[in-house]
DNA sequence: GCCGTTTTCGGCCCGACTGTTTTCAGTCG
């Protein structure tokens, strides 16, 4: 784990172990705020550190968290931290992170009860005396059963690209039932995170009622948690897929703030909300309001909102430019002279190059693969097998490569509309160097360098490794820099500032591999790489058809990176596109 | 513990739903 990582989780620690020992709630809220901060860092925490100013001026790290971090920095512990290890069993995080559990119950049940650990806690369930507690009833009691079976079945966050067909499925269906006006789904969802925890869906309706009803009656509903007038959760079983999903009804009028509040991030949303106030107005999810007096919140005592039916017209109201939905993550992005970036669109990417024929592990023909590709209104489509080390993939030795060099020539012939490029997705072995030789990479019109083996390196190995494939002067593109499989893999954990200004210098790109499982660079790293000057490609590893679609995935990685079209080499034109790829051949 | 268009003290976002309660605490987002 990076510094910065292994800082934010212990700064998350404590203010779940304060939390537990009844600690002021905004001291809490102070340790939890500060560990995002520092997640969401770009540079090395441990080099910011060095300047004093530099840590406080960072939102959310005021003295004291930053004589924390100097702390962690210059001795690898925080004596405040230990002393809350010593205090807190530590299987009472684990309790806490129970749905419908809280610090309150939590706390509740370690003292009445010696709580320490979820097999505690399901003793006390099994003999009933749970039941002891104040405000437990036969029902909580149920629910917390049911929580425990369902953390146990889906201990892990959904992949974006497993969520996003749910939810349009959800919109679809939804869009269909009578007197319903507006759907959409929100959340980390919307916002493009690489995993989601739950679906938040959205709709205005002349009757809520019916929507409610359609939604909470859908097929594969397993549970519905809660059903009320204006909000439903239920849990959902979608193939292999778990997960609850919220449905929120509200008037149209009130839209556009119900998907702003709905969309978040809570973080970006409590920004907002403080604009507001010193603005001398309310928001909430009913619209942003003059301030009036009166005990009642504004929307029920018939107060005219100021804005309330898009997003837009809120955040022209609040005095700012729009915020793209990837971007919400209180990241600087509600302070005043922010501008809105041309984001990447999925409609800018004309070219892939990261593709595979049956000659490796695709399951199409050079040909059957272009007209894809041009089908899709691309310009130039790479062909990229896998290089010989790659075996399990039917990698390419050399005499197969160049044989198969000319079939993409002959094809590049035939197949009009379209560009096919000769490439390769050339290994890169642990010590840097790549699986083919100069001579043979020179023949090729696209390289893509990518790690496949040896994923568990040190940063110091894995970043020399990848320094050298990125300054080799043949390589175009750095293919999944990490090899990190989302949920599953870790993969390398290079000093990405560092691959990012030799990619700079090198004028090679690195990729953001489009395929959900992967999304790698992951959006920080796309950040970091953009800090650095680097290129980005967008690339979706093709195989079989269907993976053209991953696209998305990628774009919206791209976009929570900051990344804009000018950037990123796929949304070029051909001439600048095939001019970048020739410079790496002698002109 | 942080922060300042109310600036070094005194606040700190806002609302829905459930379950256990007879008016609300706790949790969630």
Redesign the pocket.
């Known amino acids: 784990m990076s510094t910065n990582a292994e800082l934010a989780t212990i700064f998350e620690r404590m203010a779940a172990m304060l939390e537990l020992l009844g600690e002021?709630?905004?001291?809490?809220?102070?340790?939890a705020?500060?560990a995002r901060?520092i997640e969401a860092l770009s540079g090395d925490v441990a080099e910011i550190a060095e300047d004093e100013k530099a840590l406080?001026?960072?939102?959310?790290?005021?003295?004291?968290?930053?004589?924390?971090i100097r702390e962690y920095v210059e001795t690898g512990r925080v004596h405040?931290h230990d002393e809350l290890l010593a205090k807190v069993p530590a299987g009472l995080l684990e309790v806490?992170d129970?749905?419908?559990?809280?610090?309150?119950?939590?706390?509740?049940m370690w003292q009445e009860k010696g709580v320490e650990s979820i097999a505690d806690l399901k003793r006390i369930l099994d003999d009933g005396s749970i039941l002891d507690l104040?405000?437990?009833?036969?029902?909580?009691?149920?629910?917390i059963r049911e929580?425990l079976a369902f953390a146990a079945k889906s201990s892990e966050r959904i992949r974006l690209g497993d969520a996003l067909p749910i939810a349009e499925r959800l919109v679809a269906r939804l869009e269909k039932v009578k007197g319903v006006q507006r759907v959409a789904y929100a959340?980390s969802l919307r916002r493009g995170r690489e995993t989601i925890?739950?679906l938040?869906i959205l709709v205005s309706a002349k009757d809520g009622a019916a929507a409610r009803e359609a939604f909470t009656g859908m097929e594969g509903v397993e549970k519905?948690?809660?059903?009320?007038?204006?909000?439903?959760?239920v849990r959902l079983q979608a193939g292999k897929i778990s997960v609850?999903a919220?449905l929120?009804?509200v008037d149209d009028a009130a839209f556009g703030a119900a998907l702003m509040?709905?969309t978040?991030s809570?973080e970006h949303?409590?920004r907002l909300?403080?604009r507001?106030?010193?603005?001398?107005m309310?928001?909430?999810?009913?619209g942003l309001f003059p301030e009036t007096e009166g005990e009642?919140?504004?929307?029920?005592r018939g107060v005219k909102p100021v804005a309330s039916r898009t997003e837009e017209e809120i955040y022209q109201a609040l005095g700012m430019a729009f915020v793209p939905a990837e971007l919400r993550e209180d990241q600087g992005e509600v302070s005043?002279g922010w501008e809105t970036p041309e984001l990447v669109e999925v409609s800018d990417v004309r070219a892939e190059l990261h593709a595979h024929t049956t000659a490796s592990d695709g399951v199409m023909s050079i040909v059957e693969l272009a007209q894809c590709a041009k089908a899709r209104g691309f310009h130039t489509i790479a062909v990229t097998d896998h290089s010989k080390s790659s075996v399990i993939a039917h990698g390419l030795d050399e005499a197969r490569l160049r044989k198969h060099i000319e079939q993409v020539r002959e094809a590049n012939g035939r197949v009009k509309g379209i560009t096919i490029l000769a490439g390769s997705e050339v290994d890169i072995h642990a010590d840097g160097s790549l699986d083919y030789d100069d001579e043979l990479l020179a023949e090729l019109d696209v390289v893509v360098a990518s790690p496949h083996a040896a994923l568990r390196q040190e940063t110091k190995e894995a970043t020399k490794r990848l320094l050298r494939a990125v300054a080799h002067p043949l390589v175009h593109v750095l293919g999944h820099p990490t090899g990190r499989i989302i949920n599953r893999r870790e993969g390398l954990q290079p000093d990405m500032a560092e691959v990012a200004a030799a990619a700079a210098e090198h004028g090679t790109a690195l990729e953001i591999n489009c395929n959900h499982l992967r999304l790698d660079l992951r959006d920080r790293d796309v950040r970091i790489a953009l800090e650095h000057g680097a290129l980005l490609a967008l690339n979706c590893d093709v195989h079989a058809e269907d993976d053209f679609d991953e696209l998305r995935y990628g774009v919206l990685t791209g976009r929570r990176g900051g990344l804009t079209p000018d950037r990123c080499i796929n949304t070029w034109g051909a001439k600048k596109l095939h001019g970048w790829l020739k410079k790496k051949r002698g002109g």
């Open positions: 002021d709630r905004f001291r809490v809220n102070a340790h705020r500060a901060a406080t001026s960072i939102d959310g790290i005021g003295a004291k968290t930053a004589k924390k405040e806490l129970v749905p419908g559990l809280g610090p309150k119950t939590v706390r509740m104040p405000r437990m009833g036969e029902k909580t009691v149920q629910n929580s959340g925890g739950d938040d519905v948690l809660a059903s009320g007038e204006k909000k439903s959760s609850q919220d929120r009804v509040y709905f978040g809570k949303n409590v909300r403080e507001a106030i010193r603005m001398g309310t928001l909430n999810e009913y009642k919140p504004p929307q029920e005043d």
